[in-house]
């Protein structure tokens, strides 16, 4: 299972508070990813996700 889709259900959840000036209108261009979500948050918050069997990503 990957972790976005994990936590699409919390994210799911937390829409009402994360609304408004929160949510950007399309990806930063200063964010370097291919993945494409329902949406895009302005960076406010860090969140530490925990787990086990990590790989080294030879691209981060």
Known sequence: ????D???Q???????????DRILA???PYYRTVD???M????????EVRGADFTISPVH
């Open 40 to 47: 895009w948050f302005s960076p406010e918050f860090v969140w």
């Open 36 to 38: 494409v979500p329902e």
């Open 26 to 28: 399309r990806k930063p």
């Open 6 to 8: 994990s936590l699409c």
């Open 1 to 4: 299972m990957k972790i976005k």
């Open 10 to 20: 919390e994210i799911t959840k937390m829409k009402e508070f994360f609304s408004g």
